[in-house]
Nanobody, 124 residues
Framework: QVPLVESGGGLVQDGASLRLSCSAS????????MAWFRQAAGEEREFVAGIGGVWSKTRYADSVKGRFTSSRDNAKDTLYLHMNSLKPEDKAVYYCAARTAPGATMFASDSDYWGQGTQVTVSS
């Protein structure tokens, strides 16, 4: 098991920034592909950002490209999502996910472990 715990969500205004954190504990976090997904009320879960293990190659959804940045600190077993220029449409529960393979994935079905989620609300 790889317990994942997200934190950093909250209520912010349009245009503000937030940083989400995802703390993981596991034997080989460095080698895990990690990703952020989000799910708005009544919507399906969607990919936001992914970061690979080892080389930390990143990929982003078009809707957040240029505004969000994913990073990881393998020494701290922590994944981050830096969110800038937040918009009301970014409102969702944000989930951290891990897969026991080094590549980042855009597909929720590829993820082996999930956190409980953290709510992000952006007011207009």
């Amino acid at each position: 098991q790889v317990p994942l715990v997200e934190s950093g969500g909250g209520l912010v205004q349009d245009g503000a920034s937030l940083r989400l954190s995802c703390s993981a504990s596991g034997r080989t976090f460095t080698n895990y592909g990690m990703a952020w997904f989000r799910q708005a009320a009544g919507e399906e879960r969607e990919f936001v950002a992914g970061i690979g293990g080892v080389w930390s190659k990143t990929r982003y959804a078009d809707s957040v490209k240029g505004r969000f940045t994913s990073s990881r600190d393998n020494a701290k077993d922590t994944l981050y999502l830096h969110m800038n220029s937040l918009k009301p449409e970014d409102k969702a529960v944000y989930y951290c996910a891990a897969r026991t393979a080094p590549g980042a994935t855009m597909f929720a079905s590829d993820s082996d472990y999930w956190g409980q989620g953290t709510q992000v609300t952006v007011s207009s």
